[in-house]
């Protein structure tokens, strides 16, 4: 089962913050976030491995809910750069191998 | 290599065609995989190799796709008779070995089939 994004899309003013959230109807074992710009190749973020792990880099952070099975990626201050469609990848606890299902994206435009 | 590379970047294949899609992982990664990705969806997950071995074919979509990495290190996916459905972009990705390891797409192939 994908997992579930929202919102779907978001606009934001350079500077402004904003929250993707990924639920899972199953148990989310772990969670990466990858970002992909149009045309080009998904980017790591970053993952999270426990229940209640937040894990931040530079203004881009994110925290792990393994009871609700949710995930949230904040975006702190926005910058033109940060543009492009998220997605979530729930990682299974034991598939020995990094089998991700990704979720159905968010895509976001930060304009100047 | 620096990075993944993926080739043919384009592919424009006739109904019917067969076509093959080449991933040149990063050096030394142990994990292979490949995902396909329809316009505006997440990529989907079609097959691991570990080395030379296939160790998951279940996101496979038909017996016409079918994947290969004979010495651990390149890999193709063909896709025989191609149907208007194929069309996607085909994206790679490696790994080092190690569950819950950061994952390196190649910039993918889009396949249009016509």
């Known amino acids: 089962q994908q997992p579930v994004q929202s919102p779907q899309a978001v606009i934001l003013r350079e500077g402004e913050d904003a929250v993707i959230n990924c639920s899972s109807s199953?148990?989310?074992?772990?969670v990466h976030w990858y970002r992909q710009k149009h045309g080009e190749a998904p980017v790591f973020l970053m993952i999270?491995?426990?229940?209640?792990e937040q894990k931040g880099h530079e203004k881009i952070s994110a925290s792990f809910n393994e009871k609700k099975q949710q995930s949230s990626l904040y975006l702190t201050a926005s910058q033109l750069s940060y543009s492009g469609t998220y997605f979530c990848g729930s990682g299974g606890v034991n598939t020995g191998f990094q089998k991700l299902v990704f979720g159905t994206g968010t895509r976001l435009l930060v304009s100047p | 290599g620096a990075g993944v590379s993926q080739s043919p970047r384009y592919k424009v294949a006739k109904r019917g065609q067969d076509v093959a899609l080449r991933c040149d992982p990063i050096s030394g990664h142990v994990s292979l995989f490949w995902y396909q990705q329809a316009l505006g969806q997440g990529p989907e997950f079609l097959t691991y190799f570990q080395n030379e071995a296939q160790l998951d074919k279940s996101g496979l979509p038909s017996d016409r796709f079918f994947a290969e990495r004979p010495e651990g290190s390149v890999s193709t996916l063909k896709i025989q008779r191609t149907q208007q459905e194929d069309s996607a972009v085909y994206l790679c990705?490696?790994?080092?070995?190690?569950?819950?390891?950061?994952?390196?797409f190649g910039q993918g192939t889009r396949l249009t089939v016509v």
């Open positions: 990705a490696s790994s080092s070995q190690g569950l819950n390891t950061e994952a390196f």
């Open positions: 999270l491995l426990k229940g209640g």
């Open positions: 199953k148990a989310l074992y772990s």
